[in-house]
């Protein structure tokens, strides 16, 4: 089913990670990888990402890293998603205004799932970053104490 990219997961650590540092205080991409077990590339693309788009400031050198510089109850994740991986697409059969699909002309759902991807793009763009990095949820104990499960595709 649906998930989210995992490069917007290390996006999202990072952010929350940086956000409760001392203002002012640099972190390094490695110190983010070394405290989450993110790996270390495809995390630090999203901070040049985040860096390029003005969320971050980068600054570079042996004491260098990455700062939060943007309010981040101002920025959605739908924007965030659009910087890191691009537009939300639910379905694979369609890019924008055009598909790749050969049964696009006798499709009968091309309308509800572009109406699908408008809403659930929607919906993204509502939720503030603040509210996914500052947020507990009940149930986050319970899984932290639950062993790792190998899914089958991982098998």
């Known amino acids: 089913m649906f998930k989210i990219n995992?490069?917007?997961?290390?996006?999202?650590?990072?952010?929350?990670?940086?956000?409760?540092?001392?203002?002012?205080?640099?972190t390094a991409a490695k110190e983010i990888c070394d405290t989450y077990h993110t790996p270390f590339d495809p995390t630090s693309r999203?901070?040049?990402?985040?860096?390029?788009?003005?969320?971050?400031?980068?600054?570079?050198?042996?004491h260098g890293g990455y700062?939060?510089?943007?309010d981040l109850s101002k920025v959605t994740l739908g924007e965030l998603s659009d910087m890191i991986v691009g537009p939300i697409q639910i379905a694979n059969c369609?890019?924008?205004d055009y598909s790749h699909c050969?049964?696009?002309?006798?499709?009968?759902?091309?309308?509800?799932?572009?109406?699908?991807?408008?809403?659930?793009?929607?919906?993204?763009?509502?939720?503030?970053?603040?509210?996914?990095i500052e947020a507990r949820h009940?149930?986050?104990k319970v899984i932290r104490e639950k062993p790792i499960v190998k899914s089958k595709i991982e098998e």
């Open 138 to 140: 009940h149930g986050e």
């Open 6 to 26: 995992r490069k917007i997961e290390y996006a999202l650590i990072a952010l929350k990670y940086m956000s409760h540092k001392a203002p002012g205080q640099l």
């Open 67 to 70: 700062q939060v510089v943007k």
């Open 94 to 96: 369609f890019h924008g």
């Open 102 to 132: 050969e049964l696009t002309t006798s499709c009968s759902v091309i309308g509800p799932m572009l109406n699908l991807n408008e809403k659930i793009s929607g919906f993204f763009h509502n939720i503030k970053i603040t509210d996914l």
């Open 46 to 62: 999203v901070l040049q990402i985040m860096a390029q788009h003005e969320i971050l400031r980068a600054e570079q050198g042996a």
